[in-house]
């Protein structure tokens, strides 16, 4: 391990101001003391500092932008509705990853439209492309491929088919001078030598920080400068709580102790809870949680990764993602857990269930394909006849529709606007179209018994007054409280009980569960020579 060469600590959520000051430091201490206005940092934004450290890039509402570090106003360089986290080439490109099966994309700097660089090969297995990091070379650089079955962190070459496999690796990947890979391994921070002339690590993994955790898509708190200045936050990024909040914003503890939770789905009576996450020997399966008798099972066993769990209307079934023969195809599996999953939906794309009809007849499933983003379809669940039906197909992303109770119609989520807002229309045929939220809007749910909507608005939980007879009447949103949503990506951060009086929140740590970020000068100091 390293000796004791922390500079400081950082224990609280920094303003955009005070990021980059802190991102200055890192980069150019003699510029450390500059100052910048303080500014919100949004939730959706991540940030990506240039190699000459004058301006960086944040993705934010569906674009990537960059502002000089000196101050003055955010330039958008591409759409990226999906885009999450990136890296900036000293020959001005930049690559950047999306969401689920989303390609590596590329974009001058100098701003355009933004072109895919590495895709997700399903005929020849080649896994979901993530985390790209630029080599010095500004030609060559690091991302990881996930199978479903773990990451393998690989280098590629700009405008090549090429790839050079290094090593199965739990989390993303940093290069750091002279010559360093940094990444998690059991929880401990490693640097391992890393020749950029032949691409090919050298020598065994030395620790350099203990107690990282990483969180389901291999996100890992720490972060590494040109100038021997090493950040990192100890503590499990996969923990999180899940939490009943009514409708004034009382919380009361669904769950005690905090956990890998991830997507959730409430039973139809309201008290059993499926969901997807880590357990003690398990990277990624559905458990069921009895919240009467408050235990928790296991529902699935397979290697790969299970997720996205929806029970049907009689609480007989639960339908759900899998990675077993594909990226994500759709399964069935009876609640009790006795028989055996069947195939529902397979086929070359990822697909996300989003609601099952009250009468059982229609199971609702987001898809993404690379011609047009996310689309939404409607699968029949009576007879033998499995043809997806598609309700919402165009060049934007139409996300997780949800039923009426009376199945007349959808709610869902589309960026068409240039920001997500939630909409509704009928169903099985769409004869109109209406906007419910005002203001951005995602993950909307109807009440139980059809005269609300309710979806997320960053981090406030909105309701909305409806009816559904004899047409579609849609009242003011109102803001019912705000929540401190986890930071994960999933289908859904909260459900809607069967009343509609209080609501199942996937939400963020305490303040005292978070750990303080390290900051450690000359970190390579220790390292073998």
Same mark, same amino acid.
């Given at each position: 391990?390293?000796?004791?060469?922390?500079?400081?600590?950082?224990?609280?959520?920094?303003?955009?101001?005070?990021?980059?000051?802190?991102?200055?430091?890192?980069?150019?201490?003699?510029?450390?003391?500059? *100052?910048?206005?303080?500014?919100?940092?949004?939730?959706?934004?991540?940030?990506?500092?240039?190699?000459?450290?004058? *301006?960086?890039?944040?993705?934010?509402?569906?674009?990537?932008?960059?502002?000089?570090?000196?101050?003055?106003?955010?330039?958008?360089?591409?759409?990226? *509705?999906?885009?999450?986290?990136?890296?900036?080439?000293?020959?001005?490109?930049?690559?950047?990853?999306?969401?689920?099966?989303?390609?590596?994309?590329?974009?001058?700097?100098?701003?355009?439209?933004?072109?895919?660089?590495?895709?997700?090969?399903?005929?020849?297995?080649?896994?979901?492309?993530?985390?790209?990091?630029?080599?010095?070379?500004?030609?060559?650089?690091?991302?990881?491929?996930?199978?479903?079955?773990?990451?393998?962190? @690989? =280098?590629?070459?700009?405008?090549?088919?090429? @790839?050079?496999?290094?090593?199965?690796?739990?989390?993303?990947?940093?290069?750091?001078?002279?010559?360093?890979?940094?990444?998690?391994?059991?929880?401990?921070?490693?640097?391992?030598?890393?020749?950029?002339?032949?691409?090919?690590?050298?020598?065994?993994? @030395?620790?350099?920080? !203990?107690?990282?955790?990483?969180?389901?898509?291999?996100?890992?708190?720490?972060?590494?400068? /040109?100038?021997?200045?090493?950040?990192?936050?100890?503590?499990?990024?996969?923990?999180?709580?899940?939490?009943?909040?009514?409708?004034?914003?009382?919380?009361?503890?669904?769950?005690?102790?905090?956990?890998?939770?991830?997507?959730?789905?409430?039973?139809?009576?309201?008290?059993?809870?499926?969901?997807?996450?880590?357990?003690?020997?398990?990277?990624?399966?559905?458990?069921?949680?009895?919240?009467?008798?408050?235990?928790?099972? /296991?529902?699935?066993? !397979?290697?790969?990764?299970?997720?996205?769990?929806?029970?049907?209307?009689?609480?007989?079934?639960?339908?759900?993602?899998?990675?077993?023969?594909?990226?994500?195809?759709?399964? =069935?599996?009876?609640?009790?857990?006795?028989?055996?999953?069947?195939?529902?939906?397979?086929?070359?794309?990822?697909?996300?269930?989003?609601?099952?009809?009250?009468?059982?007849?229609?199971?609702?499933?987001?898809?993404?394909?690379?011609?047009?983003?996310?689309?939404?379809?409607?699968?029949?669940?009576?007879?033998?006849?499995?043809?997806?039906?598609?309700?919402?197909?165009?060049?934007?992303?139409?996300?997780?529709?949800?039923?009426?109770?009376?199945?007349?119609?959808?709610?869902?989520?589309?960026?068409?606007?240039? /920001?997500?807002?939630?909409?509704?229309? !009928?169903?099985?045929?769409?004869?109109?179209?209406?906007?419910?939220?005002?203001?951005?809007?995602?993950? *909307?749910?109807?009440?139980?018994?059809?005269? !609300?909507?309710?979806? /997320?608005?960053?981090?406030?939980?909105?309701?909305?007054?409806?009816?559904?007879?004899?047409?579609?009447?849609?009242?003011?949103?109102?803001?019912?409280?705000?929540?401190?949503?986890?930071?994960?990506?999933?289908?859904?951060?909260?459900?809607?009980?069967?009343?509609?009086?209080?609501?199942?929140?996937?939400?963020?740590?305490?303040?005292?569960? @978070?750990?303080?970020?390290?900051?450690?000068?000359?970190?390579?100091?220790?390292?073998?020579?």
């Amino acid at each position: 391990m390293l000796p004791s060469l922390v500079l400081t600590t950082i224990d609280r959520t920094l303003s955009l101001g005070e990021l980059l000051t802190f991102l200055v430091a890192l980069h150019d201490p003699a510029r450390a003391t500059s *100052p910048f206005a303080a500014a919100p940092l949004g939730a959706d934004t991540t940030v990506s500092v240039a190699p000459d450290v004058t *301006p960086f890039t944040r993705k934010y509402c569906g674009k990537l932008k960059k502002v000089d570090i000196g101050g003055g106003p955010a330039q958008t360089i591409c759409d990226a *509705p999906t885009g999450s986290d990136g890296s900036w080439s000293s020959n001005g490109t930049i690559l950047f990853d999306g969401r689920g099966s989303d390609p590596i994309r590329r974009v001058s700097a100098a701003g355009g439209v933004s072109k895919p660089e590495v895709v997700n090969d399903i005929k020849k297995g080649t896994g979901t492309p993530g985390w790209p990091v630029f080599l010095p070379d500004g030609e060559h650089f690091l991302y990881t491929l996930d199978s479903g079955q773990g990451q393998t962190l @690989v =280098v590629g070459r700009l405008d090549s088919p090429d @790839v050079t496999r290094l090593v199965k690796a739990g989390s993303r990947v940093l290069y750091a001078e002279p010559g360093y890979l940094l990444y998690v391994s059991e929880n401990t921070l490693v640097a391992q030598k890393f020749n950029v002339k032949s691409l090919s690590l050298e020598g065994d993994a @030395v620790p350099i920080g !203990e107690g990282l955790g990483v969180d389901s898509v291999g996100l890992a708190s720490f972060s590494v400068s /040109r100038n021997g200045v090493l950040a990192y936050r100890a503590g499990e990024l996969q923990g999180r709580r899940l939490v009943w909040f009514d409708r004034n914003g009382k919380e009361t503890p669904a769950i005690d102790e905090p956990g890998d939770y991830r997507d959730m789905w409430l039973s139809p009576d309201g008290k059993r809870l499926a969901f997807d996450g880590s357990g003690p020997s398990t990277s990624g399966d559905i458990w069921i949680r009895d919240l009467v008798r408050r235990v928790t099972t /296991r529902f699935t066993f !397979e290697p790969p990764i299970e997720r996205d769990p929806i029970w049907s209307p009689d609480g007989r079934q639960i339908v759900f993602t899998s990675a077993a023969k594909g990226p994500g195809d759709l399964y =069935v599996k009876d609640a009790s857990g006795t028989k055996e999953a069947e195939v529902l939906l397979a086929g070359p794309d990822v697909k996300l269930a989003s609601d099952w009809s009250h009468d059982g007849a229609y199971l609702l499933f987001s898809t993404q394909n690379a011609e047009t983003g996310w689309d939404s379809y409607a699968l029949p669940m009576r007879g033998t006849d499995r043809t997806p039906v598609a309700l919402l197909k165009t060049k934007f992303d139409e996300l997780f529709p949800t039923f009426s109770p009376d199945g007349h119609y959808i709610v869902y989520t589309s960026n068409e606007s240039g /920001r997500p807002e939630v909409y509704a229309q !009928e169903f099985p045929e769409a004869r109109t179209k209406s906007q419910i939220s005002t203001d951005g809007g995602g993950q *909307p749910y109807w009440s139980g018994d059809g005269k !609300e909507i309710f979806y /997320r608005s960053r981090g406030r939980l909105m309701a909305v007054p409806v009816q559904t007879s004899p047409t579609l009447s849609i009242g003011a949103p109102a803001e019912l409280f705000q929540v401190p949503f986890a930071a994960v990506i999933v289908r859904g951060h909260y459900r809607p009980a069967p009343d509609g009086k209080r609501f199942l929140v996937l939400a963020a740590l305490g303040r005292d569960a @978070v750990k303080p970020a390290s900051v450690v000068l000359n970190w390579t100091v220790a390292l073998p020579k």
